[in-house]
C-alpha cells in the first residue's frame, strides 16, 4: 500500500519561500502526486499536481525528481492566509480509487 | 465556491437515530467520493462512486449506507452510530478519466457530525 510521509510542521515568516517535502517510495511508474491545502473546518482544495521534473502554476510549483521518491512542494513569498495544513497525495497501489492522504503538514506563517 | 455542496452542514444524532448526509455536485463529473476527518487524523476514504457504481468501499461498518442514484448526487445514510464517528464528513468529486490519481477532487464544505 503507498503510504506518504510528510513533516507533522513547519514554520516561517511572511514573504518567504516554503518547501514541503514528501516521501513516497512505493508508487506505481505512472502515479501522479498531487498537492491539497486545507484551512480549518473547510474541504481541502486542490494546490498543484504531477508525474514527473517540474510543474509550475500560480500559486506553487511541484519539483519530482526522477526516482520519483518524494516531491516537493514549493510556495513562494508566503504570506499569513498561507497558514494551513498541506497534504501529499497519491493512489493506492492496489487502487487506483484509494487515495491516500498523509497526515499532512501543519504551515505556520508568522508576520 | 468549489461546485460541490454538502447539507446539513452540522449535525447532531442520537445513537438510535436514522439520518442521511447529502451532497451534490454542479460541476459536471463522473466520480464522487466521502471522506471521514477525525479530529487530528488524516482524511480517511469510505467510498468511490464512478459513473454511478460503487468502485470503492474502504472497509467502513455497514451502519454506513452510500447511495449515489445519479451522477450528480451522493448520499450518506447513517444508522445505529456510535460516539466514536463524530468526525466531520467531506464529500468530493472528480472527473475520472482514466490516469492513476491524475484527477483533481473538488471538496464540499463537510457536515460536522456529532454522535450523543
Known amino acids: 500500500l503507498a503510504k506518504t510521509t510528510q513533516p507533522i510542521s513547519m514554520d516561517s515568516y511572511e514573504g518567504q519561500e516554503v518547501n514541503i517535502t514528501c516521501s513516497h517510495n512505493n508508487i506505481a511508474t505512472n502515479d501522479y502526486i498531487t498537492w491539497y491545502q486545507q484551512f480549518p473546518s473547510q474541504g481541502p482544495r486542490f494546490i498543484i499536481q504531477g508525474y514527473k521534473t517540474k510543474v509550475t502554476n500560480e500559486v506553487a510549483s511541484l519539483f519530482i525528481p526522477a526516482d520519483r521518491k518524494s516531491s516537493t512542494l514549493s510556495l513562494p513569498r508566503v504570506s499569513l492566509s498561507d497558514t494551513a495544513v498541506y497534504y501529499c497525495l497519491v493512489p493506492g497501489l492496489d487502487s487506483s480509487y484509494k487515495l491516500i492522504f498523509g497526515s499532512g503538514t501543519r504551515l505556520l506563517v508568522r508576520p | 465556491e468549489t461546485g460541490v455542496t454538502q447539507t446539513p452542514r452540522h449535525l447532531v444524532m442520537g445513537m438510535t437515530n436514522k439520518k442521511s448526509l447529502k451532497c451534490e455536485q454542479h460541476?459536471?463529473?463522473?466520480?464522487m467520493y466521502w471522506y471521514k476527518q477525525s479530529a487530528k487524523k488524516p482524511l480517511e476514504l469510505m467510498f468511490v462512486?464512478?459513473?454511478?457504481?460503487?468502485?470503492e468501499n474502504n472497509s467502513v461498518p455497514s451502519r454506513f449506507s452510500p447511495e449515489c442514484p445519479n451522477s450528480s448526487h451522493l448520499f450518506l445514510h447513517l444508522h445505529t452510530l456510535q460516539p466514536e464517528d463524530s468526525a466531520l464528513y467531506l464529500c468530493?468529486?472528480?472527473?475520472?478519466?482514466?490516469?492513476?490519481?491524475?484527477?483533481?477532487?473538488?471538496f464540499g464544505p463537510g457536515t460536522r457530525l456529532t454522535v450523543t
Open positions: 460541476l459536471g463529473h463522473n466520480a
Open positions: 468530493a468529486s472528480s472527473q475520472d478519466n482514466g490516469d492513476r490519481g491524475s484527477y483533481e477532487q473538488y
Open positions: 462512486y464512478s459513473l454511478e457504481e460503487r468502485v
